[in-house]
């Protein structure tokens, strides 16, 4: 069973990260996500995303790079599907049957049960993802119309404080990517340590409406949020399955072909392998050096001691703060967006048990 390292050291990502090129153009990302992470398994666990969900043949690509046995662990991918594809909630155990097959034509075996089983799981857990998918569209939200202001940076630091301050969940992973996402947008000048791409391209190429390729509208809806939480789920995942004491087969590695987790979250932001805490991390070191200073300063004023676990009215009314603070920042018909979310999303699914 794979074991966090215990020495606190930092794996720098060039040492964490293998890339492979596709047959199908598009670059597969095997991503050892916490950055505390020893490697030294002989067994890897790979914890796939929805496009390696559906080609599985990308896995086959993949062996020459991994030169290990691996374990395919799909249910964060899973998780992914049910945050953003309706077609997928209404039947689970058909689509996931659907999946499964691909991967058994790849020689994977899979229990006889498993799609139901992995369904009942996920109608099990449904409070639980609707709660944790409900804070990731509310502060995404918050994230986009901050990007979206023309205001100078005094202003980004006071909206950020603000949301740091008020009485909502503190998504800690999330907040951290609003942070560092508008410190790029006042500094777009900045590159990633070696990189030929500006940092806040990913940043801006990731919050775009996609009008085209994903037929969003040009304003914030719940399919725009639902869209962008399904890309970040698999960091957030990953995370909250490790908080939750998740038995990894082997050494969870992330396989991904999303460029804004393997070209930026994993790398600048990745996660920490601390038990009961969904925790992530900020490696400034990734920063050039004119930039580390300040960033490390932002950073640093989002802290807030622990509040401990809240009671139920306690979440509830905090949900409530939360999805009242992104309507302040969104224009009309955002907010009707937001209030069909909350009605539609959150009402069915207001409290939430721990995953089991």
């Keep these: 069973m794979y074991q966090p390292s215990t020495t606190g050291q930092l794996v720098p990502y060039i040492k964490r990260l293998l890339v492979a090129e596709g047959s199908g153009g598009a670059a597969t990302a095997v991503i050892w996500p916490f950055v505390d992470q020893a490697t030294a398994e002989p ?3 790979l914890l796939i995303d929805s496009n390696v969900l559906l080609r599985p043949k990308t896995l086959s690509e993949l062996k020459p790079l991994l030169r290990r046995p691996y374990n395919l662990n799909i249910n964060m991918a899973l998780v992914e599907q049910w945050l953003s594809n309706e077609a997928f909630r209404s039947d689970p155990a058909a689509k996931i049957s659907e999946y499964v097959s691909g991967f058994v034509r790849e020689g994977f075996y899979f229990p006889k049960d498993f ?5 009942q799981w996920l109608q099990r857990n449904s409070e639980a993802l609707r709660y944790n998918g409900a804070l990731q569209f509310a502060y995404i939200a918050l994230t986009k119309k901050l990007l979206d202001s023309r205001e100078g940076n005094d202003h980004t ?14 998504f800690s992973c999330c907040l951290l990517l609003a ?7 006042n500094n777009q000048h900045l590159k990633l340590v070696g990189d030929k791409t ?11 409406y996609q009008i085209k390729k994903k037929k969003e509208a040009p304003y914030i ?10 890309d970040l789920s698999l960091w957030l995942s990953a995370s909250l399955f490790n908080a939750l004491g998740a038995e990894w087969l082997g050494e969870p590695v992330v396989v991904t072909q999303d460029k804004i987790l393997h070209r930026f979250v994993f790398r600048l932001m ?13 490696l ?6 004119g930039g580390r200073t300040e960033m490390d300063e932002l950073v640093a004023a989002l802290g807030k001691p622990h509040r401990g676990p809240p009671t139920r009215e306690e979440k509830c009314q905090r949900l409530r703060n939360l999805f009242a603070l992104a309507n302040e920042y969104c224009d009309a018909q955002e907010r009707v967006e937001l209030d069909r979310i909350w009605e539609e999303w959150i009402v069915p699914g207001f409290s939430a048990p721990a995953i089991n």
């Design 115 to 119: 799609a139901l089983d992995r369904a």
């Design 198 to 208: 500006n940092a806040y391209s990913y940043v801006r190429a990731f919050f775009d």
């Design 179 to 185: 942070a560092v996402s508008l410190f790029l947008k």
């Design 221 to 230: 809806t719940a399919r725009y949020l639902q869209n962008r939480a399904g």
């Design 270 to 282: 990745p996660l920490v392998s601390r038990p009961e805490v969904v925790s992530c991390s900020y």
């Design 284 to 289: 400034s070191s990734e920063l050039p050096e």
């Design 43 to 45: 067994l890897l666990e």
């Design 157 to 170: 630091l006071r909206q950020l404080t603000r949301i740091r301050d008020a009485d909502i969940p503190r």
